[in-house]
Nanobody
Framework: QVQLVESGGALVQAGGSLRLSCAAS????????VGWFRQAPGKERECVAA????????YYADSVKGRFTISRDNAKNMVYLQMNSLKPEDTAVYYC?????????????????WGQGTQVTVSS
């Protein structure tokens, strides 16, 4: 069992930056791939970034490529999402998730554990 708690969401002006953090419980966290998803009102949940368990493979959605960076610290059981040059269209609830599968995947149904989400609002 893995429990995830996100933090760092806030109201920020367009062009600003935020760093989301996700604290994970469980001794086997380092064995799992991780991902950051977001869901805006009326829209489907989408994967914005994902990372393999080793950190050697990363995925970014085209809409955030070059602006967002996913990272993890297995020693601290932490996952981060650095978000720069934020745009109003980045406004959403952001979730971190853990995938017990062997490969990095971007489909939400592949992920086994989810945090409660943190709100990011970008004003124009």
């Amino acid at each position: 069992q893995v429990q995830l708690v996100e933090s760092g969401g806030a109201l920020v002006q367009a062009g600003g930056s935020l760093r989301l953090s996700c604290a994970a419980s469980g001794r086997t966290f380092s064995n799992y791939a991780v991902g950051w998803f977001r869901q805006a009102p009326g829209k489907e949940r989408e994967c914005v970034a994902a990372m393999s368990r080793s950190g050697s493979s990363k995925y970014y959605a085209d809409s955030v490529k070059g602006r967002f960076t996913i990272s993890r610290d297995n020693a601290k059981n932490m996952v981060y999402l650095q978000m720069n040059s934020l745009k109003p269209e980045d406004t959403a609830v952001y979730y971190c998730a853990v995938d017990r599968g062997a490969t990095m995947r971007i489909q939400s149904q592949s992920y086994d554990y989810w945090g409660q989400g943190t709100q990011v609002t970008v004003s124009s």
